[in-house]
Every structure is written in C-alpha cells, then in structure tokens.
C-alpha cells in the first residue's frame, strides 16, 4: 500500500475519532444522548431567547429589532456624513 493512502486513512479516523469525541456531544442541546432535529429546535430557541427568561415571545422580537435599529442608525450616520464631504479635485 502506497504510504499516501495509508496517512489519508489515518487522518480520516483520526478525523472521525474527533467528530465523536468532541465535537458531537457540544451538539447535544438537550442531553438525551443523540443528535437530532430536538437538539437544532432547542439551540434556536436558545439563541433566540434574547431577554433570557426561557421563553422565546414578542419581547424577544421587541429587543431584536431596538439592537438592530440602533445599529442601523449609527452606520446610516456614517454614510450620511462621508457623503455630505466634498471630495478634493484633482488638479491636473
């Protein structure tokens, strides 16, 4: 057996070793043991329970929209003064 095959089956088992041992129970949202649609569903509500008081509702919604709309004022600001500049001519 050519040595390239013999490191790629390696790495490969390797890699598979790892994805089991590290990184699949991180996936494991709910701790039942199996990585599944539950475990997607619960990491979303997770994330998106954003006033964390373990209920994913409107005040969620409420608070989403008041970080994003701030943030979308200071960048339209910035457009805003970086268009009213005048550009230098170039004299040539």
Partial sequence: ????IVWT??????????LYKFMLPKADVNND???DSADAVAAVTKA???NQDGKVDV?????VVKKTTRKTKA?????AE???KPRAKKNG
């Fill in 1 to 4: 057996m050519d040595n390239t």
């Fill in 82 to 84: 970086k268009v009213k």
């Fill in 59 to 63: 005040a969620d919604a409420v608070e």
């Fill in 9 to 18: 089956i390696i790495v490969g088992a390797v890699a598979i070793w790892a």
């Fill in 48 to 50: 998106a329970d954003v």
């Fill in 33 to 35: 043991g199996k990585v």
């Fill in 75 to 79: 960048v339209a600001t910035k457009v």
